[in-house]
Nanobody, 114 residues
Framework: VQLVESGGGLVQAGGSLRLSCAAS????????MGWYRQAPGKQRELVAV???????NYAGSVKGRFTISRDNAKNTVYLQMNSLKPEDTGVYYC?????????WGQGTLVTVSS
């Protein structure tokens, strides 16, 4: 199983980034997919999740600014991040989940400068 994130980088506050997570080795279409982040010195936290049926949910801190989506034909989940704030800085991880079985990507760093 491989989950490979991409799209991170350095952006100014107010800017946008789109993260991608390409999955292999799983039946992508039936997995719940999520994005998590970990800021320096803090615990990993849920950012957004999307079910196999396309139902999404967001952390309160990103609601209205971030959008999670999935393309089952490409085995890829996306996170569109708009109106970025310095507090959005962290390593963003992709996670797949099916029942009790889950997998993590290696993470991609997002740095938002003020």
């Amino acid at each position: 199983v491989q989950l490979v994130e991409s799209g991170g980088g350095l952006v100014q506050a107010g800017g946008s980034l789109r993260l991608s997570c390409a999955a292999s080795g799983i039946i992508f279409s039936i997995n719940v997919m999520g994005w998590y982040r970990q800021a320096p010195g803090k615990q990993r936290e849920l950012v957004a999740v999307i079910t196999s049926k396309g139902i999404s949910n967001y952390a309160g801190s990103v609601k209205g600014r971030f959008t999670i989506s999935r393309d089952n034909a490409k085995n890829t989940v996306y996170l569109q991040m708009n109106s970025l704030k310095p507090e959005d800085t962290g390593v963003y991880y992709c996670k797949s989940a099916l029942g009790l079985q889950y997998h993590w990507g290696q993470g991609t760093l997002v740095t938002v400068s003020s």
